[in-house]
């Protein structure tokens, strides 16, 4: 029998009970809950990782709806349960949702709820400054003048890589992927070449858009490529970031052999998902190319390193940070937030997933909708007309 987990308690009157499977960032989403009748149950228990037992515990007998996380495991088990409990409504605070089985929950009438949007230009900022930070060796030299090893400028003292002119590649060219190509064409004029399933032609038009702006100003224009495989961006970038969501076609995307196909000075950055890469394989690389660079925000088995990565000098590792701005992990519990209740309520799924501005403005009420349902089709739920 598992412990009992602690949980604080918001409006003990309320008609709807919806939990919250950690205390999530800002005010706005629990007083949104309580506004439309809702009891909200946020669990404070000082464990980071609640296990299967610890939330079925915390669903109980009655339970509308689960506000859970991407470290929760959420399948057969906890889908059955809330259904039980008379649950209709869950939503990852996240907008990936490899952690959940969302035909297990089709299968219980349990919708399933994301945070697309707002977490775009955040992550990809965070790409953006660990491409920065492994090109020019920011952590080894912060390391460096820590240890007091700083005797005077020299030459030599931790050459990196120029962005400028180099080809950034980006696979996965999703919201956030083109937001980061966006960032490096832009900032340091690099020239983009992307593989997607799709082709992103706003992506397409920006950079020719730029290009033609810097010719107009006398500068080398930058260029873009659709590439017709992945190994065509591995063989051709400097500058490699991985944005795809993860499911069963990009699982070790990354392997020994496509590690192999890059440049033996390329920088390779991971802001998606660990499995993306086959992080052993990855270790071996930096071992045997010590000019290959990678900054890692996320780890085959969170919230562990495969053995030999921590010890790199060629990899910087920061702990899965990518959406941490407090404008984002705030409105990401709005969304979180009003996915649950907008179910609860019967409201209609909002129209567009990609354009959840209106539910972020803190000044007005948000639409009666919710903002991103993964499984609405599934579940036949109505589409918002506004
Ligand atoms: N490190 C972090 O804190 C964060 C990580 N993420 C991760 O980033 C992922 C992407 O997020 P968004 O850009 O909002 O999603 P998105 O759905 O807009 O973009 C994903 C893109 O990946 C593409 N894709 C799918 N399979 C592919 C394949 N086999 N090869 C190449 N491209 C493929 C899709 O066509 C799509 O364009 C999320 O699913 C999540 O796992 C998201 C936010 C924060
Ligand atoms: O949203 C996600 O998918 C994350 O990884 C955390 O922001």
């Given at each position: ?10 409006n ?12 999530m ?9 309580i506004?439309q ?5 946020i ?7 609640l ?36 649950g ?8 990936g949702?490899?952690?959940v089985?969302?035909?297990?929950a089709?299968k ?14 955040t ?7 660990l491409t ?8 080894e ?20 890589n ?13 919201r ?11 900032g ?10 799709y ?29 017709s495989?992945?190994?065509e ?20 995307l990354?392997?020994?052999e ?27 690389h930096?071992r ?6 990678v ?24 702990p899965?940070?990518a959406?941490a701005s ?5 409105g ?7 996915n ?8 209609p799924?909002?129209?567009d ?28 739920l ?5």
């Amino acid at each position: 029998m598992a412990k009992p987990v602690s949980i604080e308690v918001w409006n003990p009157n309320g008609k709807y009970r919806v939990v919250s499977t950690k205390p999530m960032p800002g005010t706005r989403w629990i007083n949104l809950l309580i506004q439309q009748d809702c009891r909200v149950e946020i669990c404070t228990q000082k464990k980071t990782i609640l296990s299967v037992e610890d939330i079925i515990q915390l669903i109980g007998d009655k339970c509308d709806g689960v506000i859970g996380q991407l470290t929760e495991d959420w399948g057969e088990e906890l889908f059955k349960a809330l259904s039980r409990a008379g649950g209709k409504a869950f939503s990852n605070m996240a907008v990936g949702y490899n952690n959940v089985d969302v035909n297990v929950a089709t299968k219980y009438g349990v919708a399933v709820g994301n945070t697309p949007g707002v977490l775009t230009e955040t992550t990809a900022e965070l790409a953006a400054s660990l491409t920065l930070a492994a090109a020019r060796r920011i952590v080894e030299a912060d390391e460096f003048m820590r240890a007091g090893l700083y005797d005077g400028w020299l030459p030599h003292l931790f050459v990196g890589n120029l962005l400028k002119g180099q080809t950034v590649g980006v696979i996965g060219a999703g919201r956030i992927g083109s937001a980061y190509a966006r960032m490096m064409v832009e900032g340091f004029k690099m020239n983009l070449i992307y593989f997607d399933l799709y082709q992103s032609t706003r992506l397409e038009k920006f950079v020719t858009a730029y290009g033609e702006f810097l010719k107009a100003n006398g500068e080398k224009p930058v260029t873009w490529k659709r590439a017709s495989s992945m190994d065509e961006v591995l063989q051709q970038a400097d500058i490699i970031s991985l944005h795809p969501v993860l499911d069963k076609t990009t699982y070790h995307l990354v392997n020994k052999e496509r590690l192999s196909k890059m440049k033996k000075e390329a920088i390779l950055i991971n802001c998606s998902r660990g499995p993306v890469i086959d992080e052993a394989a990855l270790v071996d690389h930096l071992r045997e190319n010590p000019m290959f660079r990678v900054g890692l925000d996320v780890f085959e088995d969170e919230p562990y390193m495969k053995p030999g990565l921590s010890e790199m000098k060629n990899a910087i590792v920061v702990p899965h940070i990518a959406s941490a701005s407090k404008w984002t992990r705030e409105g990401m519990a709005t969304l979180a937030a009003l996915n649950v209740l907008g179910k609860i309520k019967g409201y209609p799924v909002w129209f567009d997933a990609n354009r959840v501005e209106p539910f972020l403005n803190e000044n007005a009420p948000p639409p009666a909708a919710s903002p991103s349902i993964v499984n609405a089709k599934a579940l036949g739920l109505p589409v918002s007309k506004l």
